[in-house]
């Protein structure tokens, strides 16, 4: 849904014109709803455009929802909707690329209980490596990997299940793209659950959530957001700067996903040297999410 005027005010109270009707009370599934945000985040960017000259951007949003990305190690997860780094993906939709993970829910038809009281509370502490019994929904094809993501009963879901179910999901796309990107120092994560949004930090010391706020009322701090990602520096968005990812041709080997797989190549600059990194000769903790990280790897002069 595309508007000249992306913001409306609906009885006294800001709304965005694609959201006027909050994404619970509108017909269709998540992916569909939550497409419109695709349209706030490039009015957005248009906007900057006109008032600011000489900004660059960085940072696209894309729908997805549908599809696994490629990536170096198989993820059967989808995430809803992907921040991709425009200015390296060289038009490839993939993991390598993805600097925010959004993921979706529109609470039609939840159960309420107590602990929904605090929906802030839900999911800020969760640990994903407890649910292991629960499903093999996303799981990869590490063997040592311990990473697997439980879904709440369908038959029986309260609201806290699924901000819950969205908790997890955003943290599996976080910990994905920090222990396959050597390059990445951290990364964010959104979540929406109707109109509560929530923002997400992980690093390896550290998993950060925040309280949640409207998407309608508190338009204007979604602006703020997405506007700084889609204008942000490479190293604003989590990247080491010493580090570039060469293209390379994907791996014809077949995966789950029946996607492609690939061994990613590095430049890096040491002491004012360039090196290109050959193979990956140790990934010491890379896996366990938190603490240090030690990848070991076979260079040649970079030239």
Not at 243 to 272: A, E, F, H
Request: negative net charge; proline residues 4%.
């Amino acid at each position: 849904m595309t508007s000249a005027h992306p913001a409306s005010v609906v009885n006294n109270e800001t709304r965005w014109t694609d959201y006027s009707t909050p994404p619970s009370q509108r017909n269709g599934g998540e992916k569909d709803v939550y497409a419109d945000l695709v349209d706030i985040y490039g009015q957005v960017v248009q906007r900057c455009l006109e008032v600011k000259d000489g900004l660059e951007q960085t940072c696209a949003l894309e729908s997805n929802g549908t599809r696994a990305l490629p990536s170096q190690k198989v993820n059967t997860a989808m995430p809803d909707g992907v921040h991709q780094l425009t200015i390296e993906s060289d038009g490839m939709f993939n993991w390598d690329s993805t600097v925010v993970a959004e993921e979706y829910k529109l609470l039609k038809g939840a159960q309420r209980s107590a602990v929904d009281e605090d929906d802030d509370d839900v999911g800020a502490g969760s640990d994903v490596k407890g649910d292991e019994e629960d499903s093999d929904a996303y799981q990869d094809d590490d063997e040592d990997s311990e990473w697997v993501i439980g879904l709440p009963d369908p038959e029986n879901q309260t609201v806290a299940d699924l901000l819950l179910d969205n908790s997890k999901k955003v943290i599996w796309s976080m910990h994905h793209t920090m222990r396959t990107d050597a390059r990445r120092r951290f990364t964010f994560g959104i979540t929406f659950a109707d109109t509560k949004v929530r923002l997400w930090h992980f690093n390896r010391a550290v998993i950060v959530a925040s309280n949640s706020f409207h998407l309608n009322t508190d338009a204007k701090l979604l602006i703020d957001v997405y506007s700084r990602l889609a204008f942000a520096t490479r190293e604003e968005l989590g990247y080491d700067l010493s580090m570039k990812r060469l293209s390379s041709d994907p791996d014809p080997s077949p995966d789950r996903t029946n996607g492609k797989r690939w061994k990613n190549q590095y430049r890096i600059m040491v002491c004012g040297e360039s090196y290109i990194t050959v193979k990956t000769l140790a990934n010491q903790g890379a896996e366990n999410g938190f603490g240090s990280c030690t990848r070991h790897q076979e260079k040649r002069p970079g030239g």
